[in-house]
């Protein structure tokens, strides 16, 4: 895993600074954000986040069998214990909503057609996002002001997704699956999110996924507050067999059964530190 702080859009409005916490096991991070922004309007800042590493990126999305994701987080202002930020908790929730926090908590996942291309930033054509937290109203997936009619929702376990999709202003074409609810801890395979996208939203199979990062979009605070990931793991699956096996494979890309009549999930609601190095590929930058 990478930690990155990622602050590509910061500004003198405020700051972040990421911190990793101790020794984890090899292919489990934990790490927290401090961080304020006040500039208006709310955009966002900076995307701490820890990026996967693994041997199968890129990866073809129809060579893909499973994605299987598990977390642990906490949310809220940096007074709160980390017990106490809980953003399910009336508390936290109140403080959040009373102080017109904007933040969302997501999964990221960047594709293209060529798989170099697919693990460069800013050349990747497509992105693919699972929202399991969203704060405030800057915090709006793209296609918000053309919702689909009806709403395309799919259900993973026993948790409703939303569909929202359309085009950034750079030409990136963006899918966002947004729980329909606040999931502060989960452990999900989120390939049938990616197979629906294939089977039933003309998405080609033949794209490569070559970025896969779980973190934090922050908009705005007035005040200091904690994004914290106490346990996070992911790990990618291929349907292709093992170099020089003899075996066929068995399984194919899975794909998320539509919900009909379902919940409509989550309706979007309408500078301290610099660079630091770790160890075990853990880097932290400012840039």
């Not at 500039?39 to 994605?67: C, F, I, K, M, T």
């Amino acid at each position: 895993m990478t930690v990155n702080n990622n602050a590509w859009n910061q500004d003198d409005s405020g700051g972040i600074c990421t911190f990793v916490c101790g020794a984890s096991p090899r292919d489990v991070v934990s790490f927290f954000s401090l961080w304020n922004w006040t500039s208006s309007p709310p955009a966002v800042h900076a995307y701490p986040n820890a990026e996967l590493r693994s041997d199968l990126l890129p990866l073809r999305l129809g060579d893909l069998l499973s994605l299987q994701v598990s977390a642990s987080w906490a949310f809220g202002p940096a007074t709160l214990s980390e017990d106490a930020r809980n953003p399910n908790s009336p508390e936290d929730s109140t403080y959040i909503q009373s102080n017109n926090v904007q933040a969302n908590v997501v999964l990221d996942i960047f594709a293209d057609e060529d798989a170099e291309r697919s693990r460069t930033p800013s050349e990747q054509k497509y992105e693919f996002m699972v929202w399991v937290g969203q704060f405030g109203a800057a915090a709006q997936p793209v296609g918000i002001l053309t919702p689909r009619e009806p709403p395309v929702v799919v259900r993973v376990d026993k948790t409703d997704f939303t569909l929202w999709n359309g085009t950034k202003s750079t030409g990136q074409y963006v899918y966002s699956w947004l729980a329909n609810e606040t999931l502060t801890n989960f452990d999900m395979d989120f390939a049938p999110l990616l197979g629906f996208l294939v089977k039933e939203e003309g998405v080609s199979e033949s794209l490569y996924m070559g970025t896969i990062q779980f973190g934090h979009e922050t908009f705005l605070a007035a005040s200091q507050m904690n994004f914290s990931i106490s346990s996070y793991a992911a790990n990618v699956q291929s349907i292709v067999a093992e170099p020089n096996s003899t075996l066929a494979p068995t399984a194919s890309l899975p794909v998320a059964t539509s919900v009909s009549g379902a919940s409509k999930g989550v309706r979007p609601r309408v500078g301290w530190c610099g660079t630091l190095w770790l160890s075990i590929v853990l880097f932290l930058t400012g840039t």
